[in-house]
């Protein structure tokens, strides 16, 4: 598969990366393969760590248990979603909401502060590419001289035995990482029921697998970079969510220019190795500025504070700083933006806090059943309800139910007694009220109270007995 893609300097239509094009896009409209080289030093240990951390972090979430629950165990077939200890049924859903902007909002506060720091650092496809894949094809093929040259080698027995068990690693890293996935919906002990048992009892998960399993093996093994450049559009919305105090990547040019070999007189400090370059897993030229197809690897700062380092130069040359910085101005933290969305983040995360206070470990709904809104019955208005009521507790719960702020005369039939439900689960009851037409002087609004046999919470909903206008003469 690699062997029909050659790497930009090799290419027949490559050219050096610009800012006028994507780098992964070269001039007849293909695409060249990547080979960033290793490179060294503080920021790559620290990303290691990181990286690392939030490998183990990510994979572990289906085996913590939090309340009984997997931390993470998005369960769709009972419509019930664990998360941290918290329990969200269907009924829930209207929280995404505060969540969705929640995450959007920090994620708009953290670019303008520090850039694209979530892609560089904490993003799972950066994560998974840089130090899992890419250290199993650097273990497999060697650095990127080697890889590139193997790429471009005939097909000979070395080529073909370093491509099988290459790819072979690939295929089942991607499988075990889908199955793991999986969990998040299934828990870990329904994935290992499906692991030890046929194929043929689980048609529709083992499709799933080998299907999913055959996405992240394409998108790992080929697709890559072009994730964040082609589809996630996150490196696009960076143009409005940044400015020139932003701390991003950036080359210092006032220091670097004019580029010249180590000695020359009237040179800058860059003596223009590229290693910069070489070192990039998107393949662009940092001293161009920032792009795009930056995802803040921090792998180009490593680079050249290396070559710096072997000049007896002074580090930084390519560093964390703004725009501003750079050009020897002053940067400004606390700017509209930074404001604004900080306001928002603060008020978006208060109301979601505010919201998700309001869990009950049960839901209650009530619906008016299908058909007339009421039935006449001799002399008696008869009205009749569908209660629903959701246990989100890993116990079997008593629940009791009360009819309140409800004229006199009203008899109820239909959940009068305590109704046990069992763990996650849900039960649906009717609810009948009649009222005699001697008693009766119009709708009314009435509250449905729901409470555990503890009386450690309660749920109320309101809604309307109907009848007919009662100027009429029912008898």
Same mark, same amino acid.
């Given at each position: 598969m690699q062997s029909q893609h050659r790497s930009m300097q090799t290419h027949p239509h490559a050219t050096a990366p610009t800012r006028d094009s994507v780098t992964t896009i070269l001039s007849d409209g293909s695409r060249p393969f990547m080979y960033p080289s290793d490179t060294r030093g503080t920021f790559t240990t620290a990303r290691r760590i990181v990286a690392y951390t939030l490998i183990v972090f990510y994979l572990s979430l289906p085996w913590i248990k939090i309340n009984g629950y997997p931390a993470v165990f998005?369960? +769709? *077939?009972? %419509? %019930?979603?664990? =998360?941290? #200890?918290?329990t969200f049924a269907a009924q829930d859903m209207w929280l995404l909401f505060f969540v969705i902007t929640g995450l959007g909002f920090t994620l708009f506060f953290i670019t303008a502060l520090l850039g694209r720091v979530w892609c560089g650092w904490a993003c799972p496809q950066t994560i998974y590419l840089e130090h899992i894949y890419?250290?199993?094809?650097? =273990?497999?093929?060697?650095?990127?001289? /080697? %890889?590139? *040259?193997l790429d471009e080698a005939p097909w000979n027995a070395e080529k073909i035995s370093k491509r099988v068990i290459k790819h072979g690693l690939f295929f089942i890293t991607s499988l075990i990482l889908t199955h793991l996935f999986l969990a998040y919906f299934v828990s870990i002990r329904e994935v290992w029921k499906m692991i030890t048992s046929a194929p043929t009892e689980h048609w529709g998960t083992f499709v799933f697998i080998m299907a999913y399993t055959g996405l992240t093996y394409f998108i790992f093994c080929w697709f890559r970079e072009q994730i964040c450049i082609v589809i996630c559009p996150y490196g696009r919305l960076q143009s409005v969510l940044t400015d020139d105090d932003t701390? $991003?990547?950036g080359y210092d040019s006032l220091r670097g220019e004019p580029r010249g070999k180590a000695g020359a007189p009237g040179a800058g400090? !860059?003596?223009?190795?590229?290693?910069?370059?070489?070192?990039?897993? $998107? #393949? +662009?030229?940092?001293? &161009?500025?920032? &792009? =795009?197809?930056?995802? #803040?690897c $921090?792998? !180009?700062?490593? @680079? !050249?504070?290396?070559?710096m380092d072997r000049l007896k130069r002074s580090r930084g040359l390519i560093r964390y700083a703004s &725009?501003?910085?750079?050009? %020897? /101005?002053?940067t400004r933290f606390l700017r509209p933006r930074v404001i604004l969305y900080g306001f928002f983040l603060v008020i978006g995360a208060s109301v @979601?806090?505010? @919201?998700?206070? $309001?869990? /009950?470990? @049960?839901? =209650?709904?009530?619906?008016?059943?299908?058909?007339?809104p009421y039935i006449m019955d001799a002399h008696t208005i008869r009205n009749q309800y569908l209660v629903r009521i959701v246990n989100k507790r890993n116990t079997s719960t008593q629940f009791l139910v009360h009819i309140k702020n409800a004229p006199e005369g009203l008899v109820q039939s239909g959940l009068t007694t305590s109704l046990e439900i069992p763990a996650l689960s849900e039960v649906a009851a009717p609810l009948i009220l009649q009222q005699t037409d001697t008693t009766y002087k119009g709708a009314f609004l009435f509250t449905v109270e729901l409470e555990d046999s503890t009386h450690s919470f309660l749920l109320k909903r309101t809604t309307e007995f109907l009848g007919p206008d009662p100027q009429f003469n029912l008898k």
């Open positions: 998005l369960d +769709i *077939a009972l %419509r %019930r979603f664990h =998360l941290f #200890g918290l890419r250290r199993i094809e650097v =273990l497999v093929e060697g650095d990127s001289l /080697k %890889r590139r *040259a701390i $991003t990547i400090d !860059c003596i223009s190795c590229n290693r910069c370059v070489s070192v990039c897993p $998107t #393949g +662009i030229d940092i001293r &161009q500025g920032l &792009q =795009l197809e930056c995802v #803040g $921090t792998a !180009c700062i490593d @680079a !050249c504070d290396n070559v &725009q501003n910085k750079l050009l %020897r /101005k002053p @979601a806090s505010w @919201a998700i206070s $309001t869990l /009950k470990p @049960a839901n =209650l709904g009530v619906t008016r059943m299908v058909g007339a």
